[in-house]
């Protein structure tokens, strides 16, 4: 998916879904700081009501967060969304490990294509990044004072897609820590001993 990502990326940068207020609170900055301040796009446009429904993610140079994505999910395909670098981290790693960690996300998920709607301007950043193609048959359209074009985004079938019969207490952990033992692992040695229906 992700063209190689260049070495020693993944010791300076880690991405993660957000899970908690402060992170959302990041991923908020990030964004108006780039889209609203930068391009100058109204506040009602970028915060257009599908953050409450989407993943997000961070990608982290240290402890500072400096770019997020969103990714929404569809019958049959994910969307990805917003994806976005603080200026000091346009043209370093941090774009590639951020999306290496969300497509591998989408494809435990069982999702094999991602679509995303990307300016026109940045398809080159784009087809150099990774492995992706302009939507056929779909024309060029805008809104908030830019020109987008749509790609498709190919995803391999992941080793350990999560399916029904998947562990139930896989399927419960924090999203993306599905192989960590989570919170409500460590009740379980109690809960067995109980006879409270929930």
């Known amino acids: 998916m992700c063209r190689a990502v260049p ?18 609170q990041k991923m908020v900055s990030i964004r108006a700081a780039v889209f609203m301040a930068e391009q100058a796009c109204p506040y009602t446009e970028e915060f257009d009501g599908n953050d409450l429904c989407a993943t997000h993610f961070l990608v982290f140079d240290g402890e500072n967060a400096v770019g997020t994505l969103s990714m929404r999910w569809f019958a049959g395909f994910a969307k990805l969304e917003r994806v976005v670098l603080l200026r000091s981290e346009r043209g370093r790693p941090a774009l590639p490990v951020m999306l290496a960690e969300a497509f591998e996300l989408a494809t435990r998920k069982g999702y094999r294509l991602m679509i995303a709607q990307i ?29 987008y074009l749509e790609i498709e985004i190919p995803l391999p079938e992941h080793p350990q897609v999560l399916k029904p019969a998947t562990d139930p207490m896989v399927m419960i952990r924090p999203e993306g820590e599905w192989d960590v033992p989570g919170v409500l692992d460590a009740s379980v040695p109690r809960s067995k001993s109980s006879d409270v229906a929930a």
Do not use: N
């Open 119 to 147: 300016q026109s301007r940045l398809w080159p950043v784009w087809s150099r990044t990774f492995r992706c193609k302009l939507a056929e048959g779909r024309p060029q359209f805008s809104f908030s004072d830019f020109d």
């Open 7 to 24: 070495a020693g990326a993944f010791e300076r940068y880690a991405a993660r879904p957000v899970r908690t207020l402060e992170d959302y």
